[in-house]
């Protein structure tokens, strides 16, 4: 491989990518649109056409405002890449720095800046324009300030260690340096799992206990028939920011979490909500969240053993527009350039990760059907589907590639038929 190969690969995927994603693009609007003026049989009787036609727009507008965001990030990947982006940013940095461990991280931290600068207001005007539009936003200003201003800090307090721990291990640990910084990753993955429920997801929401004694009387009686431990049921006010309803469980042991959105509670009834945690306790019983926990770890071990020969080769840096003479040290650029590229060349097996997560749906629903009831679990979903505006009839191929949960026609037959 040579660096004028390398840039011809390269360009050629991403074009590929690109003109897959617009294609997928264009049959999801197209599906959409061709099926906005009746709803679906097996919905008819509970959501109106005038909810399934806010659902079409909203779905078609998502999309349309996904092909803009597609439009920005491969300009702004070209522009950091073959026209010199990153090198320029290089430049910057080393001329404050010097060449380092500082400069390294520096490296890093200043490309983290720019990328979410130019993401700031894409993500305001998802927020306050399309979730607007729709009904979906309860969001002010201030607090899309105070969230971004937290999650800067906590990004930066998380990963500037975890940055210095790899660059070191890149820089002194020889050539099995990715084994080890793969067994750094694995170990900071299950530490932030552990610390999600009671010190980070805090810093973002309310959570108080569920109140509703009956509900809770319900739920307990679910986790003594599944046997399942918790520690403790929380309601989130996710009304703060959106009106978007949803579960959910997190943590490990002694600090695992139910969690329901306020806005779940306030319009499902107590057997569909019990339905609904059915689902995810399914997810957990069936072992679903250690195989996805697993199934990462894997996967991440052969893209780090990747980066390991990537980075000791030359043509790797020349061929994305990068000069690693005048670095100062390349394993900071090695770990941006693999970061930036890897999704172009995977994209097109995003289905098969959908497969497996899939399964995994339709037996969660199973498990639901079990040990609560389908009837209340498919009134929850109708109505979730609902509130949510999320479309009854996506393209079948778009949804293969972006979806992780089955599409809802074929997600309630397949419950139904349990």
């Known amino acids: 491989m040579n660096s004028v190969s390398f840039t011809v690969l390269f360009t050629g995927f991403l074009a590929l990518s690109v003109a897959l994603q617009f294609w997928l693009a264009h049959r999801q609007i197209r599906h959409i649109a061709r099926h906005r003026g009746q709803v ?20 078609i507008t998502k999309t349309q405002f996904g092909q803009v965001l597609l439009v920005v990030e491969v300009a702004v990947l070209l522009a950091l ?75 930066s307090a998380l990963m500037l260690p975890l940055l210095w721990v790899i660059l070191t291990l890149m820089e002194k640990a020889g050539q099995l340096w990715w084994l080890y910084a793969w067994a750094v990753f694995c170990g900071f993955q299950l530490l932030v799992m552990v610390l999600y429920p009671n010190l980070i997801a805090p810093l973002f929401n309310k959570f108080s206990p569920l109140a509703d004694e009956a509900l809770k009387a319900r739920i307990e009686d679910l986790m003594q028939r599944v046997s399942f431990a918790s520690g403790g049921l929380f309601v989130m006010d996710g009304s703060r920011r959106s009106t978007h309803s949803n579960a959910y469980f997190s943590g490990f042991g002694k600090v ?72 100062g040290g390349t394993d900071a650029m090695a770990l941006l350039l693999f970061m930036l590229i890897m999704p172009v060349f995977t994209f097109v097996f995003s289905p098969l990760m959908s497969i497996g ?10 498990f639901a059907a079990k040990h609560a009831s389908a009837d209340d679990l498919r009134n929850a979903l109708v109505k979730m589907y609902d509130d949510n505006a999320s479309t009854l009839t996506p393209d079948p191929l778009h949804s293969t590639f972006y979806d992780s949960h089955p599409p809802a026609s074929i997600r309630i037959q397949h419950l139904m038929a349990n």
């Open 40 to 59: 679906p049989a097996d919905f008819a009787e509970k959501i109106s056409l005038a909810s399934h036609q806010k659902a079409a727009d909203y779905s």
């Open 81 to 155: 890449t073959l026209f010199g982006g990153l090198q320029w940013l290089s430049d910057l940095v080393l001329s404050y720095t010097g060449p380092g461990m500082l400069y390294q991280i520096g490296l890093i931290a200043a490309y983290s800046v720019v990328s979410g600068v130019i993401g700031i207001p894409l993500s305001l005007y998802s927020q306050f324009v399309i979730e607007e539009r729709f009904g979906f936003n309860n969001m002010t200003i201030g607090l899309f300030i105070t969230d971004l201003v937290k999650s800067t800090l906590l990004m």
């Open 256 to 327: 695992k979490r139910i969690v329901f959105y306020d806005t779940l509670l306030e319009r499902l009834e107590p057997a569909e909500i019990e339905a609904v945690l059915a689902h995810e306790l399914g997810h957990f019983k069936l072992n679903h969240i250690k195989k996805r926990i697993a199934l990462m770890f894997v996967m991440t071990l052969p893209f780090l053993a990747l980066l390991g020969y990537l980075k000791n080769q030359v043509w790797f840096y020349t061929g994305l527009g990068v000069d690693p003479m005048a670095l």
């Open 357 to 366: 997560s899939r399964k995994h749906e339709f037996e969660a629903d199973a």
